[in-house]
């Protein structure tokens, strides 16, 4: 499923508007990039968690001429599926 197949799906449970729906989805996950961004953790109960993992710095090699380099740090979102959810994909 996509984007606009969820606006879709919102559009024809809720009896809304396209624009509304698609307003609604824009919304939804702005406020989670945003969450995520300032570091927070957003967590959807019975469906999934999404959370920012940091990185430090390390030393790499770069595959093409072996040479090492330094890898910056960095920060990573990442998924977390819920109980529900594996519950109901694997049944």
Do not use: H
Request: proline share 3%.
């Amino acid at each position: 499923m996509n984007k606009l197949e969820l606006i879709s799906a919102l559009k024809n449970e809720a009896n809304i508007s396209k624009s509304d729906a698609a307003k609604v989805i824009q919304i939804f996950f702005g406020s989670m990039a945003d969450a995520m961004a300032k570091g927070e953790r957003v967590e959807i109960r019975g469906l999934c968690s999404f959370f920012v993992k940091s990185y430090k710095s390390y030393t790499g090699r770069n595959p093409k001429t072996g040479a090492k380099v330094t890898i910056q740090p960095k920060k990573l979102p990442f998924f977390k599926c819920g109980k529900e959810l594996k519950e109901r994909v694997d049944y």
